[in-house]
């Protein structure tokens, strides 16, 4: 006998808009990876099947005038932010109609006007520039939190202990939320890490540092919710969600690294289905509305594609555009 | 107005922290300490803590906390101590500022300057002593340049500040000591232009920072010889302005380029690529360059001195296109 699903803590309407969300992210990168088997989608595309709880529950947590600063496999954090489903798929199909018109791809998703600050494919790369983000807002004495989204492979970089060190010793309003899916391409944290606890890593930096179950969406938004009203009180914090990708690394990856059986144990707590069980046995939630969320997530997709597919092409004597000010055109 | 170049730089600092309050100092020892060359001393009192900003060390994160800082409004001047430090913040130079206008289509940019010493003459070893200016150069999405003389120590860093994208700053270090005329050209500084400093009609001489002394002192010495050597300082590494040094080597027929880097994938090597595409047939001699010896720039005075271009060398290389080698 498996356990009775614990009592969801928040308001229905707040409860299916997280489910919505995780619907809306699963669908998608579903699609696109059909998308990709046609080569429709090409390069480099890292699906965030599994993780969805995570990017909703965190993302849900901000002010709609915070900042991101997010990884390569970003689809699920531009999509809850409100990047449109249309400007994303249109930007991984390299359309002009695309949120960065065919310039960054998949791995580099920028939108000024959600605060979106990259879509970042070097591990690292984007905790000093969110230190820096929010080193702008103090200094213009800007209440805004920046939150940024790393994996746990990134905190074997130099980057994640300097970036933790700044903003500690700066008491800046960074969110350090750290995805930990367990594995860094393929190489399991114990391979790489003397200290597999991450957050005694953080705590060395004088940082608070909880531990969250990320497959859990609604834990993920109650805890990032914590941590942005901390951040935004006194200074940083760092949150570890423990997750899971179901798919591999990459379109190329063949997944050797790990059992089936572990995957398989990770998929019987999905978010999603960990979400809309609880709601159902509270009777918040009947199948139909389920698949009604379910379906209109799937027609979303489905327009964003064919948004996409009718999308333009970016002109090629405008190649040189945006390297820096004023060139081309 | 006689100053150093020091002098002219911490003026043109002191102009950017007074005038715009979105500007900031950054870097290790900056602050308390006054600067490794001295040339932020007193701006803590005057500027304070926030805007005159003492970092651990740790290039990485505070590069690329200026490069956040800009994108969140402000205009961040890092200073790094030097070029070979520079390269513990490669990632955030190269893969971010550089980078982020082109990703994000002109939805971001990055008005970021980042000063740094560069060059070697004062026996600091390898480790100190580089000059890595072209790998810079390379990237699209960076402005790089080299204020050479006290005009530019003073103008530049004000153009740098009103481009709306990352600007590289190299300071040759042995430049900060050495005394000038100021002139009021410093006011009309850009970041697009070379500079004639000496006509001349017999051999162009192409030079940057740490070389632009050098390249005067053998035009001087080729003047005795009779030889009319023109001088063109650079000053703007990316982009180059070839406008300028090709009708010079036109009106020449002759190039010699002066660099301080090592000689293989140099940015000399730049220079007279695009001579050979876009002045072949004007010249009466193959182009010419001295760079440094292809060793790590040793400690000890004399072998520093040997693996540096030098001015004999200068002389000698311009003797040779002469045919009087």
């Known amino acids: ?329 | 107005m006689r100053i150093s170049y020091r002098e002219a730089m911490r003026t043109a600092l002191h102009d950017a922290l007074a005038s715009d309050p979105r500007v900031f100092l950054m870097g290790e020892d900056v602050g308390k300490y006054g600067g490794s060359y001295a040339v932020s001393k007193g701006f803590l009192a005057e500027f304070g803590p926030e805007r005159i900003r003492d970092t651990p060390l740790s290039e990485l994160a505070f590069v690329g906390a200026g490069v956040g800082a800009a994108l969140g409004g402000l205009r961040p001047i890092v200073e790094v101590m030097t070029v070979n430090f520079s390269l513990l913040a490669l990632d955030q130079i190269v893969n971010a500022a550089a980078l982020y206008r082109h990703m994000s289509a002109g939805q971001f940019h990055v008005p970021l300057v980042i000063r740094m010493a560069t060059g070697a003459g004062r026996q600091l070893a390898a480790q100190h002593s580089h000059s890595l200016e072209n790998w810079y150069a390379h990237v699209p999405g960076l402005t790089v340049v080299a204020p050479a003389t006290i005009d530019d120590a003073r103008g530049m860093l004000a153009a740098a500040l009103a481009d709306p994208d990352p600007v590289i700053v190299f300071e040759h270090a042995l430049l900060y000591n050495s005394e000038g005329e100021l002139s009021d050209a410093w006011r009309a500084c850009d970041l697009t232009s070379a500079q004639i400093l000496r006509q001349g009609r017999d051999v162009t001489l192409i030079a940057w920072g740490g070389t632009v002394a050098k390249s005067l002192e053998a035009a001087a010495a080729l003047a005795a010889e009779g030889i009319d050597a023109e001088v063109v300082d650079l000053r703007v590494l990316r982009p180059l302005d070839d406008a300028t040094y090709i009708a010079s080597v036109r009106r020449t027929r002759r190039a010699v380029v002066v660099d301080e880097g090592w000689r293989s994938g140099s940015l000399a090597a730049e220079v007279m690529a695009r001579i050979m595409e876009q002045a072949l047939y004007d010249l009466d001699a193959p182009v010419a360059r001295v760079c440094s010896e292809e060793v790590p720039i040793p400690y000890a005075k004399h072998l520093e001195d040997a693996a540096l271009p030098q001015p004999a060398k200068v002389v000698a290389a311009v003797r040779r296109l002469l045919g009087k080698g």
């Not at chain 1, 579903?30 to 429709?40: I, V």
């Not at chain 1, 109609?97 to 494919?121: I, K, P, Q, V, W």
């Open chain 1, 1 to 329: 006998m498996s356990r009775a699903p614990a009592p969801v803590t928040l308001p229905r309407e707040r409860a299916l808009a997280l489910l919505t969300d995780m619907l809306r992210i699963r669908r998608f990168e579903e699609r696109c990876a059909d998308l990709y088997g046609q080569q429709k989608i090409r390069g480099f595309l890292h699906l965030y099947i599994g993780e969805e709880a995570v990017a909703v529950g965190a993302v849900r947590a901000l002010a709609a005038d915070d900042a991101i600063v997010a990884t390569y496999r970003e689809h699920g954090h531009a999509l809850v932010r409100g990047i449109s489903a249309n400007a994303i798929m249109a930007e991984m199909y390299g359309k002009r109609e695309g949120c960065c018109r065919g310039r960054g791809g998949s791995m580099h998703l920028f939108d000024a006007a959600t605060g979106f600050y990259g879509g970042n494919a070097i591990v690292g790369g984007g905790l000093p520039i969110a230190v820096g983000l929010a080193l702008a807002d103090r200094m213009q004495d800007r209440s805004r939190v920046t939150a940024v989204f790393f994996g746990e492979g990134a905190i074997a970089e130099g980057a994640f202990h300097e970036s933790m060190n700044l903003a500690a010793l700066w008491r800046l309003p960074v969110a350090f939320f750290c995805e930990n899916n367990l594995y860094a391409m393929g190489t399991a944290l114990a391979r790489s890490e003397s200290q597999t606890d991450l957050c005694v890593k953080a705590a060395a930096f004088g940082m608070p540092a909880v531990r969250v179950d990320g497959m859990d969406v609604i834990a993920v938004h109650e805890a990032a919710r914590e941590a942005v009203a901390r951040v935004r009180e006194g200074g940083p914090c760092f949150v570890e969600f423990q997750t899971y990708r179901y798919r591999a690394h990459s379109m190329f990856d063949p997944d050797l690294y790990r059992d089936n059986a572990e995957v398989e144990t990770w998929k019987a707590r999905g978010p999603i289905h960990n979400l809309s069980n609880r709601l159902k046995a509270d009777g918040l939630l009947t199948e139909d509305e389920f698949l009604a969320i379910d379906a209109d997530a799937a027609k979303e997709v489905e327009a964003a594609v064919a948004f996409a597919e009718a999308g333009s092409l970016e002109p090629v004597d405008d190649l040189a555009l945006d390297v820096v000010a004023g060139a081309a055109r």
